[in-house]
C-alpha cells in the first residue's frame, strides 16, 4: 500500500508542475471567460445602436407597415434619393443597407438588397422576416381575411402528452435528466480523450528511459498500473475542481446567468440517484478506458507511437458518444438497449438510459456487473502484458505485441 501511494503521488505531483498542465488549463480558462462574458464582448464590437437601413418604395405606404412591426435592432427609414445616392450612402456606412420593395403583378412585395458586403446574414434575416410579414398582410388584406384569424391559424397546435405507464418518467423529468446527461456525455468524452491518451503516454516515457524495468521488478504490475491511472484521474479532478471555482468566481455577479445555467441543464431539481448514477457510470467508464489506455501504453517504446496505439480507444468513445446523442431522442430504440450492454458503451449509453427512461433495476446491475467484470478482467490481462510490455523494446507492431508480452511474463 505504501508504494501504491507513493507513486500515485508522484505521478500526480509530476504532473501537476509540467508545463503542459498549466498551459492546457489557461487555454480552458481562457475559453470559460469568454464563453461567459460572451454577449458582453459581441457587444463592444457591434455596439448596441440600432443598425439603419434605407428602404425605397414609390407608394409610401409599405413603409407604413414595415414601421408597424418595429424591430430594436433595424431601423427602417424612408429613402427619398436616387438608387445612385442610396448606394453611396451605404459605401459611406451612413446606412447599412439600401432595400428597394416594389409590387409584383399580384400586388405582393418583393425586393431588392444593396449592401457593401453580403455577410451580416444577421441584417439579410432580419429584413426578409419583415418583409415576409409585410406579404402575409398585404395577401390577407387583398382577400379580406382578419389578421387575427390567420395568426389563429397559425400559432401552434396544444399537444398534451400523458403516459398510460404510471411507472415512466414524466415530460418535466425527462427534460431535467437530458440536460444532467449531455453533461455527463461531454465530461465522460472529453475525460478519456485528453487522459486516456495522457495515461499511455505516461507509461511509454518511462519505458523509453528504462526506468520501468527496475520499477517492476520491485513493484507488482498491477499496483504501478493503478496508482499510475489513479495518479492521472487525481489530476484530472484537480483541473476540473478549477474549472468550476473560477467559473463560480467569474459568475458571482451574474446570478441570473447562474440559475438560467442550473435551471437550462436540469441542475435545480436533480435527483440524488441520477446523480449518483452519474458519478458511478462516470468512475467506471474512467477505469474501463484507463486501463486500456496504460496496458496499451506499455506495448509502444517510444512516445510518439503512443498517441496511435490508443487510436481504438477514442474510436470506441467517440462511436459511444454519438450513439449516445442518438439515443437522447430515442432512448427505447433497440441499438440503445443492446449497446448498453456492452461494456465499452455501457458507461455513456446505460447511464442515458437511466437519465432518461425507467430501467429496471435487473438491466442496471447487469450492466454494471458486466462493466465491473470487464474491468477485473483487463486489469488481469493488463497486467501480464504491462510486465512483459515493459520489456519489448523497437517498434510497436500493433496488438500482435500483446501476445509477446504475455509470452514474456509466464518466461520469468
Known sequence: MNKFIIIMTHTYLSKLKTKVFYISTFLILAFLMIMV????????????????????????????????????????????????????????????????????????PEATFFAENITNSDLQTDILQQLQQLKVTLATDQLGIDQTAITEIFAPVTLHKVALDEDVKTEEEMNQARGIVYVMLILLYTFVIMYGSLIATDVATEKSSR?????????????????????????????IAIFLLVGIIMLQSKTEQIGGLIESFGLHNASISIILYAVLFFLLGFFLYATLAAMLGSLVSRVEEANQIVTPIVLLIIIGFFIAIFGMNAPDSQIVTITSYIPFFAPLIMFLRVGLMEVPLWEILLSVGILVGTIILLAIIGAKVYKGGVLLYGRSSSFKDIKKAIQLTKKE
Open 37 to 108: 462574458n460572451f454577449e458582453s464582448i459581441i457587444s463592444v464590437f457591434t455596439g448596441d445602436e440600432e443598425q439603419k437601413v434605407a428602404v425605397m418604395e414609390e407608394s409610401g405606404e409599405l413603409l407604413e407597415y414595415l414601421t408597424e412591426q418595429p424591430n430594436n435592432e433595424v431601423l427602417m427609414e424612408a429613402f427619398t434619393g436616387t438608387v445612385e445616392e442610396g448606394k453611396s450612402l451605404v459605401v459611406e456606412e451612413e446606412y447599412e443597407a439600401l432595400v428597394i420593395i416594389e409590387l409584383d403583378d399580384k400586388g405582393l
Open 211 to 239: 526506468v520501468m524495468e527496475i520499477i517492476v521488478s520491485s513493484v507488482s504490475p498491477i499496483t504501478h498500473m493503478f496508482a499510475k491511472i489513479l495518479g492521472i484521474a487525481m489530476l484530472g479532478l484537480t483541473q
